[in-house]
């Protein structure tokens, strides 16, 4: 069945590729972003746009709307560590505006972005959603405060919502990637050596306890990721919060990730060892029993090189674009 949907952070990377899934899927999409790291032409063709900020939603959330599929917020970790409050502010405060609309509106269901960096240092992998969550930056800490709020709204309230714990999203669908200013996610870096914007990619050691001593981590295709939102919105239950990981389950090295993407671009990508960087867990791979069982979600794009070619044709085409 159609509906109407609020998607805050709809100009940024997956908020995007989620919006053009749900236009796909014949709902009607309302784009709620301020465009502080997000750009007006990735709002998809189809959606209305509003310029605004959540902590104002309450101007534009009326009972017409269905739901909600909140990704706004910022999303760096080391700036997290170096401004806290800025994180605090906008992803706590905000998300705390954004669900006092929803409830004042009547709207009662919601999708939430939430991330791996609520579980910090992993004491297993693969990380189930019962696992200690311990974050190790202000980023994940704010994510994690939000989870909780909202598990208070669904108990006291009877919101249906989701939230769903993503782990390395990388790739692109269609006309909708990836592209932070500054960029911290491995993928997008090593294509920019690619291209020739970036001399090398740094290493940050090469002497964990992984197969190839680098870090290993759980790359899921922004497509696969977009589907689980829609079953998310679907599968979300009066009462309940659901928290669901979302990865593929496998890891890729970082040495994994730099080869994969020399054969896809045929280029040869220097590389520069650096030291371990802090708070960096050696291994971070989801379970995803739990979307797979209550969502149905059956991730097909696990294959790096698939990602990885998706991405790097989105980079090429912007970059003609600019
Ligand atoms: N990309 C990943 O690998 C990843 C991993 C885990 C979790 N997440 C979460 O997914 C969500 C989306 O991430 P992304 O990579 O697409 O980030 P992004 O920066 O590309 O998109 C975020 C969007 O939200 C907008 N925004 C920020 N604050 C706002 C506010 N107060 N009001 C209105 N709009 C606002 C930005 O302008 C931007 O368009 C974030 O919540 C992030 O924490 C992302």
Request: aromatic share 8%; glycine share 10%; hydrophobic share 40%.
């Amino acid at each position: 069945m159609s509906g109407k949907y609020l998607v805050t952070g709809g100009a940024g990377y997956v908020g995007s590729v989620v919006a053009q899934h749900l236009l796909e899927a014949g709902h009607q999409v309302v784009v709620l972003d301020n465009l502080t790291t997000g750009f007006r032409e990735g709002v998809p063709a189809g959606a209305t746009f509003i310029e605004g900020d959540i902590r104002d939603a309450a101007k534009w959330l009326d009972a017409s709307f269905d739901g909600v599929l909140h990704f706004a917020a910022f999303s760096q970790v080391g700036e997290s560590v170096v401004k806290p409050e800025k994180y605090w502010d906008n992803n706590v405060v905000g998300s705390m505006a954004l669900l006092g609309a929803m409830r004042e509106a009547g709207v009662r269901r919601l999708v939430f972005s939430s991330t791996a960096a609520t579980y910090g240092e992993p004491e297993q992998v693969p990380i189930v959603e019962t696992a200690p969550t311990k974050p190790t930056n202000p980023y994940g800490a704010s994510k994690l405060a939000v989870d909780h709020m909202i598990t208070g709204e669904a108990a006291a309230h009877g919101l249906a919502a989701v939230s769903l714990r993503y782990f390395n999203v990388a790739g692109a669908y269609g006309a909708y990637g990836e592209r932070h200013d500054p960029e911290s996610h491995l993928v997008p870096l090593v294509l920019q050596v690619a291209q020739g914007k970036r001399d090398a990619i740094s290493v940050f050691g090469e002497d964990y306890p992984t197969p190839d001593g680098t870090c290993v981590r759980d790359y899921i295709h922004v497509a696969d990721l977009a589907e689980a939102h829609l079953l998310a919105v679907a599968a979300a239950t009066p009462g309940e919060h659901l928290i669901c990981n979302l990865g593929n389950g496998e890891g890729f090295s970082v040495r994994q990730v730099i080869e994969t993407v020399r054969q896809v671009t045929g280029h040869p990508i220097p590389e520069v060892l650096a030291p371990r960087r802090g708070g960096d867990p050696a291994t971070l791979v989801a379970s995803a029993a739990t979307a797979r069982e209550k969502l149905g979600w059956n991730p097909s794009r696990a294959d790096l090189a698939g990602i990885v070619a998706d991405a790097w044709e989105f980079t090429q085409n912007i970059s003609k674009e600019q």
